[in-house]
Structure formats: C-alpha cells, structure tokens
C-alpha cells in the first residue's frame, strides 16, 4: 500500500529551497508533529509551483484521496494548477482549486457575510477609472484599500488609508502608491472598504466543513487573545453557506463593542500563531 493512499489525510508542505527533502522551516514543526500523531506527510517544491510548473512541484507526492497542504501562499491560477497536478497523479486535495479561489479571494466570499464585515466594493481591474466608481458607491468617508488577497498594511498612510473616498485628489495617489507597492502580486482589482475604528487585537478562528474548529490569536500578534471574544450571531450560519472545506476568519472587535469580521481565508495558506501547538491544528483538520 502506498503512503497515504488509506483514506487518512496526507499533510504537505513546502519544502526547505536549500534542503530540498525536509521541510521548509517554517512549516517543520507541522511536519514534524503530525509524523508524531501518526498522519502521512510528504513535500512539495513551492518554488516550481509559483514558477509555474505544478507537475514538478507535485512531483514526489504519493497517492492519497485526502491531500491538506499547509504551505505558503499560491495565487489562485497556480493553486489550480497544483489541484491538476495532484489529480494527475491519482490523488485529491481535500480544497479544491474552486474552493481556493472562494476562500482566497475577497469577492468569493464577501455576499455570504456582508452583514459582518465593513461596507465593501470592488473592482474587475486596476483601472483609475474603475477605482472611481468604486469610490463613488462607497459614498463618502474614510476607507482603506486592498486588493482581491492583501493590503498594503505596513504603508498605512501612502497606500491604505483613504481621508475621503469623495475626495478623487487625495484618493487617487493612494491606488496609485497601492498598484506600485503589490506589483506582479496585485491580485484581482481594487477593493474599498468603509473604515470602521477597531479597540482589541484581531482573533483568527478556524473552520472545518463549515465548523468552527478551533480559536486562537492572530500571527500578529501571537501572544494577545481577547478574553470577551464572542461569535456575531448569524457568522456561523453565514461561513457554513460557503460550503468550504478549510477557512480561517479573522475577527476584532469595532469602538461600538460589535466583533466584526475582516477577512475569511483559506486556512492551508493561513499561518498559524506560534502561541498554538501544531499538534491542536493537526488534530482538527485529520
């Protein structure tokens, strides 16, 4: 029998660019631990498949009908290519390429939770022209601006933060600084979302087949965990219609004391605070 091909989940992550047949360090202990718990791992070349070439990333994987990778991220073309891949040789990943665009890309997800998170529009392109309008439906008022993936975080006031979406002079330079900063990584379109003011450190729950499995802190800040946290009524129902297989959802609580949702992402490519055992993650999800 080959490894993994027994119906237990087959744990990947990348491998180290400099020792190619062991971990990456940063997803070593996830490694190490579930060969600890007894699951099946095995390594894939992350560098083959951002270049593009899935097959040679997937190269050394063994056959198994429930693959979780837990790794670096994949824009959402590659990711597909790694599923092709990995079905090529006679296996599953357990998320699949449509399921990891839905999870990893804003407008995949945002109509199921609109209730939860910020007033939000978006863009089909980087266009000045598209960003406008966007602007324009927003209305008027602060805003803060991401892509499709990411923000621009540790340039808040050059390419995040908008003073006034009404405002086309001062908003602009923001897209502009905002489309140079991501680059080839720019994914998608604009996204402009109301700016709501936040008081606690964000909480990062994570969820299995529409479950929630398992609550920790934000990478951020790893060591910081609200003791008030409390689920909105209505997110839990709202995350399970997504019909997803692995997601994290990043929660704070706003100035009026309501949690608030500010992202949902795939949680293979969602770290894990280093103040949680890997152990914890590996027992929810295999």
Avoid at 83 to 100: E, F, H, I, K, N
Avoid at 190 to 198: C, L, N, Q, T
Avoid at 227 to 244: E, N, Y
Wanted: hydrophobic residues 40%.
């Amino acid at each position: 029998m080959a490894v993994g091909d027994d119906g237990a989940m087959l744990l990947v992550v990348p491998s180290s660019p400099l020792a190619p047949r062991r971990p990456d360090p940063h997803f070593a202990d996830e490694y190490e631990a579930a060969r600890d718990l007894g699951l099946d791992c095995a390594l894939v070349d992350h560098d083959a498949l951002a270049a593009g070439d899935a097959a040679a990333g997937a190269s050394r994987l063994p056959e198994s009908d429930d693959v979780v990778y837990r790794g670096w991220m994949l824009d959402s073309e590659r990711y597909a290519s790694f599923d092709a891949a990995v079905s090529a040789r006679g296996s599953q990943l357990r998320t699949t390429g449509v399921s990891y665009r839905s999870a990893h890309e804003l407008p995949g997800w945002i109509d199921s939770v609109r209730a939860h998170t910020a007033e939000t529009m978006w863009t089909n392109d980087d266009s000045p022209a598209a960003f406008d309008e966007a602007c324009r439906n927003l209305g008027s008022g602060p805003a803060v601006l991401r892509d499709y993936v990411k923000s621009a975080k540790h340039d808040w006031d050059t390419a995040v933060f908008i003073p006034d979406v009404a405002d086309p002079g001062g908003a602009r330079p923001i897209a502009t600084r905002f489309r140079e900063l991501r680059g080839d990584d720019f994914a998608g379109g604009f996204v402009v979302r109301r700016f709501e003011r936040y008081v606690t450190a964000e909480v990062r729950t994570w969820w299995v087949d529409g479950v929630r499995a398992m609550v920790t802190s934000h990478p951020d800040t790893p060591d910081v965990l609200p003791d008030d946290f409390s689920m909105p009524v209505g997110l839990a129902a709202a995350i399970a219609s997504l019909g997803l297989p692995f997601v994290t959802a990043d929660l704070v609580r706003r100035d009026d004391g309501k949690w608030r949702l500010i992202e949902i992402g795939d949680g293979q490519v969602s770290d894990r605070p280093r103040s949680t055992e890997p152990a914890e993650l590996l027992r929810v999800l295999g």
